[in-house]
């Protein structure tokens, strides 16, 4: 008989509540139907985030150590809800899990960003003149070099998209630069990035010194899309099909 499966979903988290139920939400739904006997656990990666929605909102989430010790159960597993193999995924979800075993996020490897920049393409459709720029959020870690990949599918595939990280080493000025070097004017800026929390609605198209009033400045006519990854099926269905791997791997584990 096969011992039920705890799944510990690991995000880095939001404070804001309707961004919470906007982004999370669907995806523990999808996750639910695709594997209707598993119990499923959310845990926060974000120290800030877990402290301020507990002042705040008197909600407490755990972080992915808690997590797997509330558990109580032999058979658990941890699918991240993050873009990339950074230092949340390092050491605030693998090295938490211990273990335990651990799924993938979204731009894992060089077969994820081939297949991310196909979705985000089609899914955007630029049109006639105008180009799609996405916003991540960045990072000094090694992973960060995933954005500079995406980019080159986009521009291997002859995509009308660019793309422009808040940390990292694809700056707003890059962007405005090759934007000009392209002669684009029509601009739709979207985030690259799970939930609609404080970086989209401030850094990404907050009213003061975000990347929309300063595309606007640069004389580009900018408009700011609010649709993120966890809006868009396709990217929950990549999540659960992760989440169906991981539980199919710890059954074939308990196959005698």
């Not at 961004?19 to 499923?40: G, K, N």
């Not at 909600?59 to 993050?82: H, M, R, W, Y």
């Not at 990292?168 to 739709?188: K, M, T, Y």
Request: proline share 4%.
């Amino acid at each position: 008989m096969k011992e039920s499966v705890t799944l510990i979903l690991a995000a880095f988290g939001t404070s804001f509540p309707a961004a919470r139920e906007r982004a999370y939400a669907p995806v523990e739904e999808a996750v639910q139907r695709a594997l209707p006997d598993v119990t499923i656990f959310w845990a926060y990666t974000s120290r800030i985030v877990r402290a301020k929605m507990k002042r705040e909102q008197g909600v407490t989430v755990p972080d992915v150590c808690e997590a797997v010790v509330a558990a109580q159960s032999s058979s658990v597993a941890v699918q991240p809800i993050l873009v990339l193999p950074g230092s949340e995924y390092d050491t605030k979800v693998v090295e938490c899990a211990r273990d335990v075993p651990v799924g993938t996020t979204l731009l894992h490897d060089a077969a994820d960003v081939e297949a991310f920049a196909r979705l985000l393409a089609e899914e955007s459709r630029p049109a006639d003149g105008e180009y799609v720029v996405f916003v991540g959020h960045g990072t000094h870690h090694e992973a960060d070099r995933r954005y500079a990949e995406l980019q080159a599918e986009f521009d291997r595939r002859g995509d009308s998209c660019l793309l422009g990280t808040i940390e990292g080493d694809l700056p707003i000025e890059l962007v405005v630069q090759r934007l000009r070097d392209r002669g684009v004017q029509r601009v739709r800026v979207r985030p690259l990035m799970l939930t609609a929390g404080d970086h989209v609605q401030n850094d990404i198209a907050g009213e003061d010194e975000s990347w929309l009033t300063d595309l606007r400045e640069a004389g580009f006519h900018a408009e700011f899309e609010n649709v993120t990854l966890l809006d868009l099926d396709a990217v929950r269905r990549m999540i659960t099909s992760r989440c169906v791997a991981l539980v199919e791997a710890l059954h074939d584990e308990q196959e005698p």
